[in-house]
C-alpha cells in the first residue's frame, strides 16, 4: 500500500469510527494533554516475528503514526517521540543508516500529513549529528509548520536530556553574559537574588514549544529513562508496558490514559501548587 | 527505496546485535560526530574503581551475608531511594502523621544496615523535597525535629559503622540549628570509608541543575572558563552529588505504588534503573529490598547500544 493509502485507511473506515466512539467514552474524564513515549522493543519485535531489525524499524515507524493519528482522534495536543538517541550511534552502521533512512521517509509523510491535519512539527536534538540532506528537510518542514497549532508533533533526534540541560545552560549563561548582567545582584532587600533561574534554563530547551509531559510511556517492558525528557518529566505519570513498541495500538493508548486518570488527582493538586 | 510499511516476502534473518555487551566494547563507528554520552564518565569510573572494591573498609561477615540469589559482582554501587508512603501508613492505622514518620526513619535504619551488609556503597534518601515546603507548617516542623534529633541519636552508630553523611539540598531553609548540625557531621565523617548515606534536604532536581549553572556561569563570568566550555564533567562537578565516588544510582526505588520521579536527582537518574514497589516506605524491609535488587540484577542495562 502506498503511504498515503495507509493514512487514509487510518483516519476513515469502521475501524476509525469505533475508536472515536471509544474516545469519546475516555473523554468522559481528564485527558493527557502532553504524551511522551519511548518507542523501545523494535528490535526484539523483530526476532520475535524472526524477520531482520530493519523490518522491525519500518514496523516501529507504522506504530508511530497510528499512535500520531490515536492521540489527534482523542484529543491529545502534544505528542514526543524518542526517535534516536545520541547514543544509539553506537549501534551497528547499516541500523543507524536505517533509521536515518525513516527519519527522511518520515519527514516527507509528516509533510502530507501536517497540511491535511495542521499539525505542527518539531524536530528537537543536535540536528547538526544528522546529514546536510536531513537537516535541510527537518528545517524546511519546521519552517513551513511553524504556524500550526492544532497539534504538535516534537520528534525527539540526536537527543539525549544531558546534552539538551547542557546546551541550554551554556545557552543561559551566554544571555545574561551578552546583557551584560551580572549573575549576582542585589534585590531591595540586600539579599543575593539570582537570575538564572529554571524558567531561563527552560525555555532554552530543544523540547521548549510543548509544556511537561502528562505521562511518559515506555514500551519493551523496561523501567527506566534513557536520557529522555529527564527534566521534563519530573513530575509526570510513568507507564512501563510489556508490550514492544510496533506492537503497541489503540488498547494499549487507552490503558496509559486510563491509568493517568487513576493519578489524576495528583497531578490536578501538583498544578494548582505550581 | 519508498517507505516500506509491510514485511518483503522472505527477509533474512540476520545476527542478533551485541545488546548484552557493554558500550565500551562496542565499536565506534560513528566517532566523527558522537559525543561522549554522559554515561561514559560514570561506566569508566565505576570501571577503574572495580578493583578497588577491596579496599573498601569490609567486615569479615560482611561477605558471606548476601543473600541467596543475589550475585555480588552484580549488585548495584548506588541506591537511590525515594521513601513515600509514612502519611498513608499512619492514616491506615489510625495513627498521627509524626508516627508514620518515625516509623519511616525506623525503616530508613534497617535499609542502611543492609547495605552496610550487602556491600552497596551508596544510597541517597530523598527525605524533604523543595515542594515539601507547601506542607503544612507543624508538619514540616516536625520533620525539621526529626531529622535533628534523628542525627543526633545516630551520631555514635556512623562513626562506629564508618558511615559517611553527606546532605544534598538547599539548606539555607533549614533552621540554622539543623544546618551547623548537618554540616558538622558531614565535616566530621567525611573521611569514613564504610558506606556513605546522602540525605536529600529541601533539594530537588531543578535546583540542583540550576544551582551548577549558576556556579558554571560566575567561574565563565570570573574568566575561568568560556561558556562553550561547558561539558558534562564541568556540569557534574558542580552538582550536588559530586560529594560522591559514584555520583548516578543504579538504582531507584520508590514506594507506596506511585509511578513518578517527583523532581528527585535529575540529571543523575539518566540511565538509571527505576523500581516502584508497592508497599508503604514504613514497610519496606529486607524482603522487599531483595526483590528490588534481584529485579535490578535481572535488568539488561544497554544504554542506547
Redesign the interface.
Given at each position: 500500500m502506498l503511504r498515503e493509502d495507509i493514512i487514509i485507511d487510518i483516519f476513515s473506515g469502521w475501524r476509525s469510527f469505533l475508536r472515536k466512539c471509544l474516545f469519546r467514552v475516555l473523554r468522559v474524564g481528564p485527558i493527557p494533554s502532553h504524551v511522551a513515549v519511548i518507542m523501545d522493543g523494535n528490535r526484539r519485535y523483530a526476532k520475535k516475528k524472526k524477520i531482520d531489525d530493519m523490518t522491525g524499524y519500518d514496523a516501529g515507524a507504522l506504530a508511530l503514526l497510528h499512535l500520531i493519528i490515536y492521540c489527534m482522534e482523542l484529543g491529545v495536543k502534544y505528542v514526543t517521540a524518542y526517535a534516536f538517541s545520541i547514543d544509539n550511534f553506537r549501534r551497528q552502521p547499516e541500523e543507524v543508516q536505517k533509521i536515518m533512512d525513516l527519519t527522511m521517509e518520515s519527514v516527507m509523510l509528516l509533510t502530507w500529513i501536517s497540511k491535511l491535519r495542521s499539525v505542527r512539527v518539531h524536530f528537537a536534538g543536535k540536528l547538526q549529528l544528522l546529514s546536510a540532506e536531513i537537516q535541510d528537510a527537518a528545517k524546511r518542514l519546521m519552517e513551513s509548520t511553524a504556524g500550526y497549532n492544532n497539534f504538535v508533533l516534537t520528534i525527539c533526534i540526536c537527543y539525549t536530556s544531558s546534552d539538551e540541560i547542557l546546551h541550554a545552560v551554556e545557552k543561559s549563561c551566554k544571555e545574561k553574559w551578552d546583557d551584560g548582567i551580572g549573575i549576582m545582584g542585589y534585590d531591595k532587600g540586600n539579599d543575593y537574588e539570582r537570575l538564572i533561574k529554571v524558567e531561563d534554563i527552560e525555555k532554552h530547551m530543544y523540547t521548549a514549544i510543548a509544556p511537561d509531559p502528562d505521562i511518559l510511556i515506555r514500551t519493551g517492558g523496561e523501567y527506566r529513562l534513557s536520557n529522555f525528557l529527564v527534566w521534563q518529566s519530573s513530575c509526570c505519570h510513568l507507564s512501563s508496558l510489556g508490550t514492544v513498541w510496533p506492537e503497541f495500538g489503540v488498547f494499549h493508548l487507552v490503558w496509559a490514559v486510563l491509568d493517568f486518570q487513576k493519578n489524576y488527582r495528583y497531578f490536578a493538586k501538583k498544578k494548582l501548587q505550581l | 527505496?519508498?517507505?516500506?510499511?509491510?514485511?518483503?516476502p522472505t527477509?533474512?534473518?540476520?545476527a542478533?546485535?551485541p545488546?548484552s555487551k557493554p558500550?565500551f566494547l562496542?565499536p565506534?563507528?560513528?566517532t566523527l560526530?558522537?559525543?561522549k554520552?554522559?554515561?561514559c564518565s560514570s561506566m569508566e569510573h565505576a570501571l577503574t574503581h572495580q578493583g578497588k572494591q577491596e579496599a573498601f573498609d569490609r567486615r569479615p561477615e560482611d561477605s558471606q551475608t548476601l543473600p541467596l540469589g543475589l550475585r555480588r559482582d552484580a549488585m548495584p554501587s548506588h541506591v537511590a531511594v525515594i521513601m513515600d508512603g509514612n502519611r498513608r501508613w499512619a492514616r491506615l492505622r489510625d495513627l498521627p502523621v509524626r508516627s508514620g514518620y518515625e516509623a519511616g526513619v525506623e525503616s530508613l535504619r534497617k535499609i542502611v544496615e543492609i547495605c552496610c551488609k550487602w556491600g552497596i556503597k551508596v544510597l541517597s534518601v530523598f527525605a524533604f523535597s523543595s515542594?515539601n515546603w507547601?506542607r503544612p507548617k507543624v508538619e514540616v516542623e516536625f520533620l525539621m525535629s526529626l531529622f535533628e534529633r534523628g542525627m543526633q541519636e545516630d551520631t555514635g552508630i556512623f562513626f562506629r559503622e564508618n558511615i559517611r553523611i553527606s546532605v544534598i539540598g538547599d539548606l539555607t531553609k533549614l533552621p540554622k540549628a539543623l544546618q551547623e548540625l548537618m554540616v558538622n557531621l558531614e565535616e566530621a565523617t567525611k573521611n569514613n570509608t564504610r558506606f556513605q548515606l546522602i540525605v536529600a534536604v529541601s533539594y530537588?532536581?531543578?535546583y540542583d541543575?540550576?544551582q551548577?549553572?549558576?556556579r558554571?556561569?560566575?567561574k565563565?563570568?570570573c574568566g575561568l572558563i568560556e561558556?562553550?566550555d561547558?561539558?558534562?564533567s564541568l556540569?557534574e562537578q558542580e552538582l550536588e552529588t559530586n560529594c560522591t565516588e559514584f555520583p548516578h544510582p543504579d538504582l531507584l526505588i520508590r514506594t507506596s505504588g506511585?509511578?513518578?520521579?517527583?523532581?528527585f536527582m535529575?540529571?543523575q537518574?539518566?540511565?538509571?534503573?527505576?523500581?516502584?514497589a508497592q508497599s508503604l516506605w514504613p514497610d519496606f524491609g529486607e524482603a522487599e529490598f531483595l526483590k528490588a535488587l534481584l529485579a535490578f540484577q535481572q535488568?539488561q542495562r544497554r544504554?542506547?547500544?
Open positions: - | 527505496m519508498p517507505f516500506s510499511l509491510h514485511f518483503s527477509p533474512p534473518i540476520t542478533p546485535s545488546l558500550f562496542v565506534y563507528y560513528h560526530h558522537a559525543p554520552s554522559p554515561l515542594d507547601f530537588s532536581g531543578h541543575v540550576v551548577a549553572c549558576q558554571l556561569a560566575l565563565a563570568k561558556p562553550s561547558i561539558n558534562v556540569m506511585e509511578f513518578r520521579i517527583s523532581n535529575l540529571w537518574l539518566a540511565y538509571t534503573e527505576l523500581f516502584f535488568r544504554y542506547g547500544v
